[in-house]
């Protein structure tokens, strides 16, 4: 379960000092609160807004926001103007906490690749730094992509190209440092976006995890006369201070840990999975596709490799409204809404959710939300937000309108969602088992 704290919403204070590898460490703890877990009341609403909460992400000292703000679409559905509108209003309402990456905006194209980063870095120019959490993330294998780097035709998760990667990010971000530096996809190969099944066919070979972790290491450790300081100050060097993965396997997650543990390298301290109503088997459990019955079946995967007392990896869950399709808007092909979504605006863009049977099971979801008083983003927002493993949802916006709804889901609705929503949440997902599945 995410440690809950009562903390101010910034990253850490100077009471907390590193070994050098980052694999322990001695802080003066933050004040920690249980989640409290009542009577399940009539209504699944509150009359009245709480406050977002703050958690502690892995093993790392940051403090971050049970929502972080997604930036995907800046620089291809959202002008400057309008990304700065959308940061402000997320970082005045509590959210401390944004992503990014090299390959944004989505999708993906050589005329608008790090448009994202520019327009975050002429917002941040205006802001006190320490108090914005910043993860971005470095791509992993691809053939398709080399426009990326200066001088490749594949991109690799080696050191060459990771210190590429952030040299850039840094430049473009503007900023002397990056809280959080993510593997975007694995460098070797592992059902992507929609796949599900691993094909042993497509097996290929890869950076080895100690290499990539070592250059991570010389990132971290540049530029740095200590790391007892928590805040840096400025240097013409690189400086990373956590690293984490994303779209990872359990074997992955493992294999991080373990070479980071036997070769005294740094530890990932999160993964970035994506994580909602309709896409919850990846996490939550493993498949026996020789089954009949995936309940029977299964066995638990991510969620007991990054617990806590295992490996204490946070969860940073993306697209906990299914690409927008858990908003309800794509049920009406025909409404404004939908002809403004991006699974209209860019064919073939996750597709996932357009060729299956995910509008049947977002269609039973309606009606259990519907039942129980709640909008379609109140009850999977709640629902993500609610997740014993959870530590923060990404959530992305194109109007400061959207990001309004999405945070007052947070913290106008009933916490935890009372019992009787989750039976029928789980009555759904026994006949709905990932219906997003290609």
């Given at each position: 379960m995410a440690s809950i704290v009562t903390i101010p919403a910034f990253p850490c204070n100077k009471t907390c000092s590193f070994s050098r590898h980052g694999?322990?460490?001695?802080?003066?703890?933050?004040?920690?609160?249980?989640?409290?877990?009542?009577?399940?009341?009539?209504?699944?609403?509150?009359?009245?807004?709480?406050?977002?909460?703050?958690?502690?992400?892995?093993?790392?000292?940051?403090?971050?926001?049970?929502?972080?703000?997604?930036?995907?679409?800046?620089?291809?559905?959202?002008?400057?103007?309008?990304?700065?509108?959308?940061?402000?209003?997320?970082?005045?309402?509590?959210?401390?906490?944004?992503?990014?990456?090299?390959?944004?905006?989505?999708?993906?194209?050589?005329?608008?690749?790090?448009?994202?980063?520019?327009?975050?870095?002429?917002?941040?120019?205006?802001q006190p730094r320490d108090k914005v959490i910043l993860a971005t993330k470095v791509c992993g294998y691809s053939e398709?992509?080399?426009?990326?780097?200066?001088?490749?035709?594949?991109?690799?998760?080696?050191?060459?190209?990771?210190?590429?990667?952030?040299?850039?990010?840094?430049?473009?971000?503007?900023?002397?440092?990056i809280d959080l530096l993510q593997i975007h996809w694995p460098d070797r190969y592992v059902p992507l976006f929609g796949e599900f099944f691993y094909d042993p066919l497509k097996w290929r070979p890869s950076i080895p995890f100690v290499e990539q972790l070592k250059a991570f290491q010389e990132l971290i450790d540049e530029g740095k006369d200590s790391l007892n300081d928590i805040i840096w100050n400025a240097s013409e060097h690189?400086?990373?201070?956590?690293?984490?993965?994303?779209?990872?396997?359990?074997?992955?997650?493992?294999?991080?840990?373990?070479?980071?543990?036997?070769?005294?390298?740094?530890?990932?301290?999160?993964?970035?999975?994506?994580?909602?109503?309709?896409?919850?088997?990846?996490?939550?459990?493993?498949?026996?596709?020789?089954?009949?019955?995936?309940?029977?079946?299964?066995?638990?995967?991510?969620?007991e490799v990054c617990h806590p007392n295992n490996y204490n990896i946070g969860l940073l869950a993306y697209s906990p409204l299914g690409g927008g399709a858990l908003t309800g808007k794509y049920l009406d092909i025909y409404s404004e809404a939908a002809k403004r979504g991006r699974l209209n605006l860019f064919p073939g863009y996750m597709e996932r959710y357009n060729r299956s049977i995910a509008k049947e099971a977002t269609i039973e979801c309606q009606k259990v939300a519907k039942k129980h008083g709640l909008s379609m983003v109140q009850l999977a927002l709640g629902f993500a937000r609610d997740r014993p493993f959870m530590t923060s949802s990404i959530v992305g916006a194109t109007s400061v309108d959207q990001l309004k709804e999405d945070i007052d889901a947070f913290m106008t609705t009933e916490r935890p969602l009372p019992a009787e929503v989750m039976a029928d949440i789980e009555t759904t997902f026994k006949r709905y088992k990932d219906p997003a599945i290609l």
């Open positions: 694999l322990s460490r001695r802080c003066k703890p933050p004040t920690f609160i249980s989640r409290t877990w009542r009577s399940t009341p009539i209504s699944a609403k509150l009359k009245e807004k709480t406050a977002l909460e703050y958690r502690k992400l892995g093993d790392s000292d940051l403090i971050i926001s049970e929502i972080t703000l997604g930036t995907m679409t800046y620089g291809e559905q959202n002008t400057e103007k309008e990304a700065h509108e959308i940061l402000g209003y997320a970082f005045e309402h509590g959210i401390n906490a944004l992503d990014t990456a090299e390959a944004y905006p989505i999708p993906m194209k050589k005329e608008t690749q790090g448009k994202t980063d520019l327009y975050i870095a002429s917002w941040l120019k205006s398709r992509s080399g426009y990326i780097r200066e001088n490749a035709k594949v991109l690799r998760v080696d050191a060459a190209n990771i210190r590429e990667s952030v040299e850039k990010s840094l430049k473009r971000l503007n900023t002397d440092y690189t400086q990373v201070r956590y690293i984490g993965v994303s779209n990872e396997t359990s074997y992955g997650v493992m294999e991080f840990v373990h070479a980071a543990i036997v070769e005294g390298l740094p530890k990932i301290v999160s993964i970035q999975n994506s994580y909602s109503l309709l896409v919850r088997c990846h996490f939550e459990r493993a498949w026996n596709s020789g089954s009949r019955n995936l309940l029977e079946a299964a066995v638990v995967d991510l969620v």
